[in-house]
Structure formats: C-alpha cells, structure tokens
C-alpha cells in the first residue's frame, strides 16, 4: 500500500457512474475545449460522440512511477485531465506499480532498467501527491494496476495469445531497434498489452498521454475490443521542451523544471528557457495562446510568476522575480542566503570537498563546476586549479554556484 490518503489497492472495479452533470448541451464545443493543444484526438469524431451521451466519462491516464517527482513536462498532460475534470468526468490514475517492473521502452533505445518495489512503492507516493497539485482530488479514482495484472498464468497466456508478434513489432522503436540489431525482451513487447489491458479493467471511455505514447494509445483499443469492451477515444500532447528548449524535458538531462523547485529556482529557469520555446509554454501550460507581437522578456517573465504562483503559492512569483533581478539584472548578492561557519584548523580548504559537503553535489561536479568557470568567491571566477583555498581567504566570503546558488562562509568562533 503507497499511503493510506491514495485508496485501497484491492477495491472491487466499478461500472462508469450514472451521469450527475445531465446531457451536455453542446458537445462539439466542449469536444473543441478538451481538444485545445493536442496533437491527435482519434479516431475523428467519437470523442464528440462520447460526450453527447451526457454521462462523465472515464477518462485514463497511466503512470510507471519509474522516478519520483513531477517537472513540467508532466504538467501538460496533468493539465489536460484537469480540463476534462473541470467539464464534469472522472479521471482514473493509474499507477503502474506492476507494469514499472516491465518498463515502458517508448522512446528509448534499450530496455530501462527495473526499480526495486520499494522504489516503485516511494516514488509513486511522492509523484501522487504532487499531481494534486494539479488534479482535482474528488474526481480522480486513484487505481494500481497491480490489482488485475497480477493474474494466474493461465490468464496471462490467454491475454497475449490474443495479439501477434507482427503487430507489436509495428512500434517505432521496436523497429528502430531491431534495424540496429539491438535485443527487445519478450517483456518489452509485452508492455502495451498489460498497458491496454488496464483500459478494460478500468472501462476507460478516455485515454491521455504524449506523443510518444501514441502506440500504446491505440493498441490500448486492440485489446478493450479483443475482450468486446467500446473501444476508448485517444488524446496525445505534445513533448515540453526542455529548458534548452530542443530536446524533451527530462531529470535525466538535466533540462527539467520540477513543480516543488524552491519558487527562485523554478523561477529562474523559466527565464533561461529559448524565447522560441515560449509559444509552446504558453500553449501547454497556462492553455493560452502567447500574443505574437509581446516582448518576449516581458511574456517570459509573466509566464514565469505565474507558475511559481501555481505551484509555490500566491505572491511567491512576485518575490522570486525580485529574487532575479536583484541577482541577474543587478548583480547584487541577495540578504537571506544560507551561511555556515567553517570548521576545523586547516590554513587551506580543499574547495571541491567544500563545495559537495555545503551545495548537495559530489566532489567531481564540484570539479568539474570550477573547471568550467561556474564557481566564483566574492564574484571572482575561481581558477581550474585552485581546488586549495586559504582559510584566511574563504572566510567572510560569498561563493556562488551557478547562476542561482550562494553561500556565505563565516569564520569560525
């Protein structure tokens, strides 16, 4: 169980419920809103034949909790449930705490690596908790996907005799690799099965995810219609664009923006994203259309409080903007930065040491910070090879990581 506040994972499945918003009276229009920023609504037509039924929809959205926190790239698909929430349907998250231990290879090159079910149980936790942020906790239908999946063999072997291997091999990176003569597990394949058989269990009407999931999406109707279920409609966004605004966003890239980023960092990369990403950013994130003929300075800037009021609180987007212009603009060094005293009775200080003990990061990127020039002392670049600082020099001093990161050091008592 991932916390209590998540809902039992052993519920009995529920049929859709009866309708309580009464007969949508326009549903094109609404069919247009809920469209809004996507790039597929498949197949043409049945989501607006979904809609003029007059009943919430089920509408789904898988997760493997692979990694623990939401960044903004996962905002833009969040968003969109938030939007078929606030039209009156129910959305069903997914937590895929079995399929997470097949891994989900879309996109990628090689089979991702397997998490331990105490990572998978953690980091579904903590990703839970974050979308509500997000989400509308009354109408989300918080379900595990272990709940059905972990079935008899007998079960198992009659789901995938179902489907052939020609069918499954039609995926882009399935024939990416198999062109480059790369492996693919028996499991990868059967990855969208299990991820389509999670439509059934939940009767989805709906299913969202990004463009690279489009596969899964529709082989997700392959199998609702394989058991005689209505085949659900499919909604792909776009993939945000990193803070180096070309490739996805991404921890591992190290080009992401998290939604629990202390509100001057969140704010600060915003302003570092490219001025022609920004339309893009708009568009996903704030559901508007990003006025052509605004200074982009200004449209980043009003983007950027924006989300650190969203996600940090009101007012805070505000004191982060002040926060960067008083380090960016002004180049002052801002009042209510951390200090520590240094300890100990060396007459000189291995900075790189220094640096991963008080900045959260490991000695060699503390080198590789210096190297590059990204650590100054009282607004001095240190030198690459001055790992070795005189105690005498380092104390009363301010040093600054990156652009956004500062120290005060204090002399010892």
Do not use: C
């Amino acid at each position: 169980m991932v916390g209590s506040n998540l809902g039992p994972r052993s519920a009995p499945l529920q049929p859709a419920a009866e309708s309580s918003i009464g007969t949508v009276s326009d549903s094109e229009a609404q069919a247009r809103r809920l469209a809004y920023g996507a790039v597929d609504v498949l197949p043409a037509g049945q989501l607006e034949r979904r809609l003029s039924e007059g009943r919430p929809l089920r509408v789904k959205l898988g997760i493997d909790p692979t990694a623990p926190d939401i960044h903004l790239g996962h905002v833009v698909v969040l968003e969109k449930l938030r939007q078929f929430q606030e039209e009156g349907h129910t959305v069903v998250l997914i937590i895929g705490d079995y399929t997470a231990r097949v891994g989900d290879p879309s996109g990628l090159s090689s089979e991702r690596p397997v998490l331990s079910p105490e990572e998978i149980e953690s980091n579904a936790a903590t990703f839970t908790a974050q979308a509500f942020k997000v989400l509308d906790r009354d109408r989300t239908e918080i379900r595990f996907n272990s709940e059905w999946l972990e079935m008899p063999s007998v079960d198992l072997f009659d789901l995938a005799r179902r489907f052939t291997v020609a069918r499954l091999l039609e995926r882009d990176d399935f024939t990416r690799r198999m062109a480059a003569g790369e492996p693919i597990s028996a499991l990868e394949l059967l990855y969208p099965v299990l991820q389509g058989y999670d439509s059934v269990a939940v009767e989805a009407d709906v299913e969202l995810g990004g463009t690279d999931q489009k596969f899964n999406l529709l082989f997700g109707r392959d199998v609702q219609a394989a058991y005689d279920r209505p085949a659900q409609s499919i909604v792909t966004m776009p993939i945000l664009p990193g803070t180096d605004g070309k490739r996805r966003m991404s921890k591992s890239l190290g080009n992401y923006i998290g939604i629990t980023d202390e509100p001057a960092e969140m704010f600060g990369k915003l302003m570092s994203v490219p001025d022609d990403a920004m339309a893009s950013y708009w568009t996903l994130l704030l559901g508007e259309d990003l006025d052509p003929a605004r200074h982009p300075g200004e449209a980043k800037r009003d983007l950027a409080r924006r989300l650190v009021d969203r996600f940090a609180g009101k007012g805070q987007g505000a004191v982060a903007e002040a926060r960067f212009d008083e380090v960016h603009v002004r180049r002052e060094v801002p009042d209510d930065i951390p200090a520590v005293a240094l300890e100990g009775s060396s007459e000189t200080i291995h900075l790189p040491g220094f640096l991963a003990q008080h900045f959260d990061i490991s000695s060699s990127e503390a080198r590789r910070l210096i190297g590059q020039g990204a650590v100054r002392l009282d607004g001095r670049a240190i030198a690459e090879d001055g790992l070795e600082v005189e105690r005498a020099v380092l104390a009363g001093s301010v040093i600054q990581v990156g652009k956004r990161r500062f120290l005060r050091v204090l002399a010892a008592d």
